[in-house]
């Protein structure tokens, strides 16, 4: 006679087999899917739909799983039956093992085609030449700040913005040995070395900081001296053989990153609830002007999460404005303000309207 545990288990098999069903249902229509968008020329990534199914699902769920482990299932379906419809090239600031390419895995799956590329413009430009479908890079570190050079390529490319993730930022140090003490140099990314200096200040103080391409070149480099350590991720590690000294070694306990998905074309009009839209401006040489531009985003109560300035760089103190505003594009309030604020730029641009990361 079967025990309690053979009949639970038997129950699971059951349960499974109907899932692995389901699935391959889903599969199937997502295929469909897939054709309707060729033929209705559509983009195969719609990360406003896909940002809709997990809060669809996440607001109905009863548990016992927790809304973290439905998001993280829910999203490889998604991912793996998007790839169904078409295999996805996706450009990013690289080399492997960086923060980046780690983003990239958690929004486009495993499946998808790689490239690691050395900088941010040669991201923008695989996408814009259409080698990639898209691309992904930093925008943005809560402890760091703006990533500047992403910002400026927005002055000189057409392409759109798809969507954001924000995600936790863990540094860890990473060596070929287990002695801190025999560490005297150690290599990072500039804003890695930033989000570390005061543990690095405390741990290795002989230790000379340099910098590094990447955290994944500085990995490399760690990996090729026993008295040099790197500041990367975890997964920087599992590629270079490396051993982690120290995890969690950055200094804010909060530290977190916000990438951008870029592309061709702009999500649809279709709004996900939750949504950020990015605008760059520029606002005309007149006194009161910034102020004037502001006053229209009161008046329409319109919540900027971003302001940001960096020059043109074709005239000396000539500026533009990296702007970051809750709501769609497409939502009366933001519709209203866009028509005001020109009579106050030279130009406005809208980046893209896309679901909030977070």
Not at 278 to 307: C, M, P, W, Y
Request: with cysteine; hydrophobic share 40%.
């Amino acid at each position: 006679m079967p025990s309690p545990l053979d009949r639970l288990r038997s129950r699971i098999d059951r349960l499974d087999d109907q899932l692995l069903d389901l699935l391959n249902e889903r599969a199937k229509t997502a295929r469909k899917i897939g054709a309707e968008k060729v033929r209705r020329r559509e983009e195969v990534y719609a990360s406003t739909r896909e940002h809709q199914i997990l809060d669809r699902l996440e607001g109905t769920n009863k548990g016992p799983l927790p809304n973290e482990a439905v998001e993280e299932i829910f999203r490889a379906v998604i991912v793996n039956c998007r790839l169904l419809q078409k295999p996805l090239a996706i450009g990013y600031f690289g080399p492997e093992a960086t923060f980046t390419h780690l983003a990239a895995l958690k929004q486009f799956g495993r499946a998808a085609d790689y490239r690691p590329l050395k900088t941010i413009s040669d991201v923008f430009d695989e996408v814009e030449k259409g080698r990639a479908d898209y691309g992904v890079v930093p925008i943005e570190n809560s402890t760091e700040g703006m990533v500047n050079h992403t910002l400026d390529m927005f002055m000189e490319s057409d392409l759109a913005i798809c969507a954001e993730r924000e995600d936790p930022i863990s540094e860890c140090l990473l060596a070929t040995q287990e002695s801190l003490k025999r560490i005297k140099t150690v290599y990072s990314y500039s804003n890695a070395l930033g989000q570390c200096r005061r543990w690095l200040e405390r741990n290795v103080p002989g230790a000379a900081l340099k910098e590094a391409a990447s955290t994944a070149d500085a990995a490399a480099q760690a990996a090729m001296d026993p008295e040099a350590a790197a500041v990367a991720g975890s997964l920087a590690a599992e590629i270079y053989h490396l051993k982690i000294l120290a995890s969690g070694i950055q200094d804010a306990r909060d530290n977190r990153t916000r990438f951008l998905v870029i592309g061709r074309k702009a999500p649809g009009p279709t709004r996900a609830g939750k949504d950020k839209t990015s605008l760059l401006l520029s606002v005309k040489d007149r006194v009161g002007a910034l102020h004037d531009l502001l006053s229209v985003f009161k008046r329409e109560k319109l919540n900027l999460t971003k302001i940001e300035s960096r020059p043109t760089k074709k005239r000396a103190w000539e500026y533009v404005f990296f702007v970051d505003l809750v709501g769609h594009a497409e939502d009366p309030a933001v519709l209203r303000a866009l028509t005001d604020i020109a009579e106050h730029c030279v130009f406005v641009k809208v980046l893209g309207s896309y679901p909030r990361g977070d």
